[in-house]
């Protein structure tokens, strides 16, 4: 099973100057972004045409429908995003210094904190359209998917062979065959297994971005998302059973139909001089690579692209690479003028916005709130940890059991985990215990099994000769664990655990209230602050919610898994 | 000069240096004319790190040198060139590509129609022994099929002139014997559809045996020592007489001293002035321990050395200078003589050759010393490695200066001169040294 370091770990980039003018950038993007969306709030949005949604299982296949063609929407702008992106960053030095940055700090900002005032925003540029709040709903989707794609396609870009750029160059390939011919097959194994983590979580947003409140407006999409939310106001319980039960067939579908022939498609593209020893090809794969019809289909199709990406689409013929001529200093003087300049205006700007309403005691309390999510996240890891790394190794070190429960836990990470909140907070309800404690696990419930599949990969992809040193030496018991497995695991448990923790931290803000009927629940957290902000239309208390949430992000990446994910991959690997 | 024939390629004062912050430039090429005629193959000879695969890229356009004239055609040349294809040492080939896509991928690029390309992507596949191979990828191919796709790969757009980097050695030696053969027959026959071939290689004798001519580069700066013209016939026998003296003569030259530079006065040496050649203290021993037994006795011809030991000369010759510098044998005309430190060294058992090794180490390598003794004035014996890397980069490549720390890190810890902590990245002493220190 394939492993790719996380976009948050790779890279050796230690902070710099251009990491802070990052910050004050996307900071003043979404303040600039709340502000637009808060002033069409105040102004009456003209009546959107609400479906109703029916609690008729019957409807379920068409909201499922519905709520798949904008997940696919999404990850079309995602993959159009990515290329573009990842690419500008990738060939231009001055573009990258500022992009890369941007995009680091963009994957931890809790996007789901922003759900309405997006919603708002995209309602503006087409007032009294439902295709306003469509693309809302594809938006919110989109930023769950794009950046660790656009980041991934980034790192290939970076990590190019060099003869193979020589020789499309000395074969003079243009810039865009050479997108097609180099670039982006090199990219496709890292892309695929990013596409389809995002895809995974993104059936999370999905559901969340269906339903949204602004004001007195309510926006019911039609989808699953949307009839779960109604269930829930309803207090429904045999219609979120449906839901759930529709969800499942959906990933399932998607899991058999798309995932696995791609991922088992993509491996034709990795970067090795050796034949690899396969698994066995996916049903659907067969399917398309046997049956004469969908061949054709295929050969037709890649006919088409061929013709495409063959065009030169270039005037201009290549040149040589100038290795001694130094990057003009004036030019990178005017370049760093200019993004100080911005960062110091978006920076102006966000002190004039946050000053004007709130005070330190705001930060106070929001840094509070911060820590108790904190401490919720760690002590969630800690248990977590305890019970799947277990689990995990004991799964990996028997190949049998590997090939049934590593599908099984990859397929539990693709499935909307807020699907699965209300039978608890129903519980919480009917028991009456403290939601600070029993909301938590929810938190965790869809991250917890990138945990395993990790740990299971970790301990499959322990070398046999290592296995069989350790059965001659009679090592068992707890030196077994500390001195064998846990550091032969530690790289992919720490890919797990980062995946995981990311997860629950943007979770929290869904997580750490709930509802049933007229039931509110909520718990002290930064996620309940941020809901609670939302809620109540305070958007200043929102941004500042926000922003306290990506540093609580960035600061555990920084401080404790991008140097634990080093020293790992340091110490645990020969050579 | 003769008027009709006008040179493919002419290359005049070309120069390669990288800018330097600290110090003087870094010079890879210096001084480099070099005219390519049609109809011959001309080999570029030398160690690794002496600028050979960098003319290749300048003469491939693939790299704009620092300063000097290329022309190709008598045109000064502005980027890769329509007339030239390149193959690779590598091999270079795109593992998501059939065997025919590969091979099909310049003519893409020159927009040539399908049905052409097929043809003519065909006609190269089956001249270059590969018929039957079209529909294979890459990883299903053993090294010597693979480089038969990269030549047909070259081979398909008709160059006018062929540039090989090092094509066969990262193949076996019947491999690479038997690829070679190939080519030299299709280009005696008039089979191979270019006009002329520049070969880079570090191989002596396959330069002798493909070559009609041989530049012989010398390393630091890069710069052609030698010009020679091979007059045999092809086919080449490699057991005439008369080819293996060539091959000695060569030899001969690789390793001529070079005339120490004149330095301003006679300041001591510099430590961090010279690069180190990453060799292991065991390859070292094994060639000590061969050389003072039979059948060599102490004194062994480098080319035959080299073909009992299945060296190439690139590995060969950086092993006998650092036995030289150490002081445990001596270079000379092609021969490698072994010193009575030489011999004590390879006769000592595990502990004592430690001690020869370090008092070697004391004697011949200032950076050693140097190491050792900023160790000792710090009063907690604990020195970091940036600063010696810095020092070292101040007189070369950050590359070569992370090889020579690594290799005196390797030598320093065999003779137990000093320990090296790799998490902090410093130097340090071995604890009973340190004792001796306190007391």
Redesign the interface.
């Known amino acids: 099973m394939t492993n790719y370091t996380p976009p948050a770990l790779a890279g050796q980039r230690l902070p710099n100057r251009f990491d802070g003018a990052a910050m004050l950038l996307v900071m003043g993007l979404l303040i600039a972004l709340v502000e637009v969306g808060r002033g069409t709030i105040a102004t009456p949005i003209a009546q959107i045409q609400n479906t109703p949604i029916h609690l008729d299982p019957s409807w379920l296949p068409y909201y499922a429908l519905r709520s798949t063609a904008r997940m696919f929407l999404a990850l079309f702008f995602s993959l159009l995003f990515t290329f573009s992106y990842a690419t500008l960053a990738a060939k231009s030095r001055r573009a990258g210094m500022v992009l890369i940055p941007i995009l680091d700090i963009l994957q931890s900002v809790p996007i789901l904190g922003f759900l309405t005032f997006t919603t708002v925003f995209f309602l503006h540029l087409f007032p009294g359209q439902v295709m306003g709040a469509e693309l809302a709903s594809v938006f919110v989707i989109f930023t769950s998917q794009a950046w660790n794609m656009a980041f991934s396609f980034y790192q290939s870009l970076t990590t190019l062979?060099a003869?193979?750029q020589?020789?499309?160059?000395?074969?003079?390939?243009?810039p865009w065959?050479r997108f097609w011919?180099?670039d982006v097959?090199f990219a496709?194994p890292g892309l695929v297994w990013n596409t389809m983590l995002s895809m995974s979580g993104g059936w999370f947003f999905v559901v969340a971005s269906e339903a949204v409140t602004v004001g007195n407006t309510q926006f019911t999409l039609p989808g699953i998302g949307s009839y779960v939310a109604v269930a829930l106001a309803q207090k429904n319980l045999h219609a979120v059973i449906y839901a759930i039960l529709a969800m499942l067939v959906v990933i399932l579908l998607y899991d058999q139909l798309i995932f696995r022939p791609l991922v088992a498609w993509s491996g034709?593209?990795?970067?090795?001089?050796?034949?690899a020893i396969s698994g066995p090809e996916p049903w659907m794969l067969k399917l398309l690579r046997r049956t004469a019809l969908f061949r054709a289909i295929g050969e037709a199709i890649s006919e088409i692209f061929g013709t495409v990406f063959?065009l030169?689409l270039s005037l201009r013929?290549?040149?040589?690479?100038?290795?001694?001529s130094?990057p003009s200093r004036l030019v990178d003087g005017v370049w760093f003028v200019l993004i100080a300049a911005m960062a110091i205006y978006a920076g102006w700007q966000i002190v004039e916005y946050v000053s004007a309403t709130l005070h330190w005691h705001d930060l106070f309390t929001a840094l509070l709130m911060g820590l108790y999510t904190a401490i919720r996240v760690t002590v969630l890891m800690i248990i977590a940890a305890a019970i799947w790394v277990p689990v995990g190794v004991w799964i990996g070190l028997r190949p049998k059991a590997t090939r049934i429960a590593q599908p099984i836990a990859q397929f539990l990470a693709a499935f909307p985990a807020n699907l699965l909140f209300p039978p608890v907070v129903l519980a919480i309800v009917y028991f009456h215990v403290s939601p600070d404690i029993w909301l938590t696990p929810l938190m965790l419930i869809g991250t917890q099994w990138y945990l395993l599949f990790n740990v299971i990969a970790g301990a499959a992809a322990f070398p046999g000769d290592m296995k069989e040193a350790v059965a001659n030496f009679h090592i068992h018991g707890f030196l077994w664990w500390r001195k064998v497995m846990i550091p032969g695991i530690l790289p992919y448990f720490i890919t797990g655990a980062l995946t995981a923790s990311g997860g629950a931290w943007n979770a929290s803000i869904v997580a750490e209230v709930a509802s049933w009927g007229n039931a509110n629940l909520a718990a002290h957290g930064l996620g309940a602050y941020i809901a609670g902000a939302t809620a109540a239309g305070d958007t200043p208390r929102v941004v500042l919610g926000v922003v306290v949430m990506s540093c609580f992000v960035m600061f555990f990446n920084r401080i404790l898994w991008r140097p634990l994910y080093a020293y790992a991959t340091r110490r645990t690997t020969l050579g | 000069m003769d008027q009709q024939t006008k040179p493919l390629v002419s290359v005049r004062n070309c120069r390669?240096?990288?800018?330097k912050e600290a110090s003087a430039d870094l010079v890879v090429l210096d001084d480099v004319d070099l005219t390519l005629q049609e109809g011959e193959i001309v080999a570029l000879l030398g160690r690794s790190g002496s600028g050979k695969s960098t003319l290749l890229?300048i003469v491939?356009?693939?790299?704009?040198p620092?300063s000097g004239d290329v022309c190709w055609r008598g045109e000064p040349?502005?980027?890769?060139a329509?007339g030239?294809?390149?193959v690779?040492?590598?091999?270079?080939l795109?593992?998501?590509?059939t065997v025919q896509e590969n091979v099909e991928?310049?003519l893409?690029?020159?927009?040539v129609k399908k049905d052409d390309r097929e043809e003519r992507s065909e006609e190269a596949i089956d001249l270059i022994g590969l018929g039957g191979y079209d529909g294979a990828?890459?990883?299903?191919l053993s090294g010597g099929m693979r480089q038969r796709v990269g030549l047909a790969?070259a081979l398909v757009?008709h160059p006018d002139l062929l540039l090989m980097d090092e094509p066969f050695s990262a193949l076996d030696v019947l491999t690479a014997e038997t690829l070679r053969t190939d080519l030299i027959d299709l280009w005696m026959d008039g089979k191979l559809p270019v006009k002329s071939i520049l070969i880079v290689t570090h191989n002596i004798e396959e330069a002798v045996l493909m070559a009609d001519r041989i530049l012989v580069f010398s390393s630091n700066p890069g710069r052609v020592a030698h010009e020679l013209k091979v007059p045999f016939a092809h086919p080449r026998n490699r057991f005439d007489p008369a080819f293996r003296e060539m091959v000695d003569d060569i030899y001969g030259i690789m390793t001529r001293r070079k005339v120490p530079e004149i330095h301003t006065a006679a300041a001591a040496p510099n430590p961090f002035a010279h690069p180190l050649h990453p060799i292991g203290t065991n390859l070292m021993a094994g060639l000590l321990e061969t050389l003072s037994s039979e059948p060599y006795g102490g004194r062994a011809d480098l080319p035959a050395l080299a073909a009992a030991l299945q060296f190439e000369v690139d590995e060969l010759l950086p092993l006998g200078e650092t036995l030289s510098m150490l002081g445990f044998a001596l270079l000379e005309e092609g021969d490698l003589q072994i010193t009575a430190t030489g011999r004590r060294f390879a006769e000592a058992e595990t502990e004592d050759r430690k001690e020869i090794f370090a008092a070697a180490l004391r004697a011949h390598v200032p950076l050693i010393t140097e190491i050792r003794s900023v160790i000792d004035q710090r009063s907690n014996h604990r020195a970091a490695a940036m600063r010696f890397r810095d020092q070292l980069e101040d007189h070369m490549s950050p590359e070569y200066a992370e090889e020579t720390l690594r290799t005196v890190i390797a030598w320093g810890r065999y003779a137990e001169i000093f320990e090296y902590d790799e998490e902090a990245q410093q130097f340090g002493l071995e604890e009973e040294d340190e004792e001796e220190h306190e007391a």
Not at chain 1, 166 to 174: I, P, Q
Not at chain 1, 317 to 324: C, I, L, M
Not at chain 2, 88 to 92: D, H
């Open positions: 062979p003869d193979l020589e020789a499309s160059r000395s074969f003079r390939l243009s065959q011919k180099l097959p496709m034709k593209f990795r970067f090795e001089t050796t034949a063959r030169r013929q290549p040149g040589q690479v100038d290795e001694t130094e | 390669q240096a990288y800018h890229r491939a356009g693939l790299l704009k620092t040349l502005k980027g890769p329509p030239v294809a390149m690779f040492q590598s091999f270079a795109f593992p998501w590509l991928l310049g893409e690029a020159l927009g990828y890459p990883k299903e790969r757009v």
